[in-house]
């Protein structure tokens, strides 16, 4: 069975300022994706970037960007010139390649203060 | 477009009550999720749809937990003679065509409480 780990239950970051939360995972399998989702107050959640485990390039999407170290099994986001809309509780998660299940972990809660 | 919708978006229950949750996924989306949210952590997989059929349903706790989804859309998710610790946040989540690492797209969900 896969784990998926987020050891910061909550962070703080200012305004304008860059800020790096953590993920670590635990899996056998050699085909997976990994996912870091954002859940507002609101409590809709989206997805904010995506990683295929198999393509060594770490995704960007816009301000987000992970670092993506397979062989630590380490999956972390940086948000850089951090907004006060991206205040909200970030999910890391695991999918098995050919599976529909995702295994999420316990989430950080980020707060940009201004 | 609509995106997906959960029906009630709260529902209070006396505890050993049946309750039934309904989701409608995005149009066109066969593949649909149903998570549970516990205060403080993160979704916890209940059950996967592939079309009509349960494509895997390992995360149900017990036999009291079922869903369907007879016509390939809406969901609904049944739990039968509830309990105080089936109180939580019930998400579906949907997404196109079949997984390999697609994103999910969530519902509001339904909070569930049971008194």
């Known amino acids: 069975a896969q784990t998926v780990t987020q050891s910061q239950p909550e962070m703080s970051v200012q305004e304008a300022e860059t800020v790096t939360l953590s993920c670590t995972y635990d899996?056998?399998?050699?085909?997976?994706?990994l996912f870091w989702y954002k859940q507002p107050p609101s409590r809709q959640m989206i997805l904010v970037i995506r990683?295929?485990?198999?393509?060594?390039q770490n995704a960007t999407e816009n301000r987000f960007s992970v670092n993506f170290q397979k062989a630590a099994k380490s999956f972390s986001l940086k948000i850089s010139d951090s907004q006060l809309g991206d205040t909200a509780m970030y999910f890391c998660?695991?999918?098995?390649?050919?599976?529909?299940?995702?295994?999420f972990g316990d989430g950080t809660t980020l707060t940009v203060k201004p | 477009g609509a995106g997906v919708s959960q029906t009630p978006s709260n529902k209070v229950t006396e505890k050993g009550k049946y309750v039934e949750l309904r989701c409608d996924p995005i149009?066109?989306?066969?593949?649909l999720y149903w998570y549970r949210q516990s205060l403080g952590q993160g979704p916890e997989f209940l059950i996967y749809?592939?079309?009509?059929?349960?494509?895997?349903d390992s995360g149900l706790p017990n036999d009291r937990f079922f869903a369907v989804r007879p016509e390939g859309s809406v969901s609904t998710l049944k739990i039968q003679r509830t309990e105080r610790g089936d109180s939580a946040v019930y998400l579906c989540?949907?997404?196109?065509?079949?997984?390999?690492?697609?994103?999910?797209?969530f519902g509001p969900g339904t909070r569930l409480t049971v008194l």
């Open positions: 989540a949907s997404s196109p065509g079949t997984p390999g690492g697609r994103e999910q797209f």
């Open positions: 899996t056998s399998e050699s085909n997976y994706y």
């Open positions: 990683q295929e485990a198999y393509k060594q």
């Open positions: 998660a695991f999918t098995k390649g050919d599976a529909g299940k995702s295994t």
């Open positions: 149009s066109g989306h066969t593949a």
């Open positions: 749809f592939q079309g009509t059929g349960a494509a895997d």
